[in-house]
């Protein structure tokens, strides 16, 4: 992911996204092209590495808006995101661990068309 502090843009459904929308500017690449929107486990991925201190997406987001809920602006539009991880204190090392994440999708028409059902033989 190419991740960002946020900025205002045009989604591709040409709607203002203002800076106060999100929490972190991001685009996620698929094979050979930016993706539309985000991609969900892209999403989640994020999300997490976010809640690391010291990583680029944690130093994109301001801290009066750190939360475990992030939003990310994305080319469709802003995702809301939920992910949980700790550093453990246990070893030298003090590795992260997330606990849970997760989003919630909208639902979309995915198809629109006629079904021919034959009636049975009478």
Excluded: N
Excluded at 18 to 30: E, F, K, N, Y
Excluded at 42 to 53: D, F, M, N, P, S
Excluded at 57 to 80: L, M, W
């Amino acid at each position: 992911a190419l991740v960002a502090p946020p900025q205002q843009y045009t989604s591709s459904a040409e709607e203002l996204v203002t800076v106060q929308a999100m929490d972190l500017l991001a685009r996620i690449s698929t094979p050979g092209r930016i993706h539309h929107a985000f991609t969900g486990t892209g999403t989640i991925a994020l999300a997490c590495a976010a809640q690391v201190e010291g990583s680029v997406p944690y130093r994109c987001i301001k801290d009066a808006q750190r939360s475990p809920k992030i939003r990310i602006g994305h080319p469709g539009g802003v995702i809301e995101v939920r992910a949980e991880v700790q550093r453990e204190v246990a070893g030298a090392a003090g590795a992260w661990h997330a606990s849970g994440a997760g989003f919630d999708r909208t639902a979309r028409y995915l198809m629109r068309g006629e079904v021919f059902i034959p009636h049975a033989a009478r």
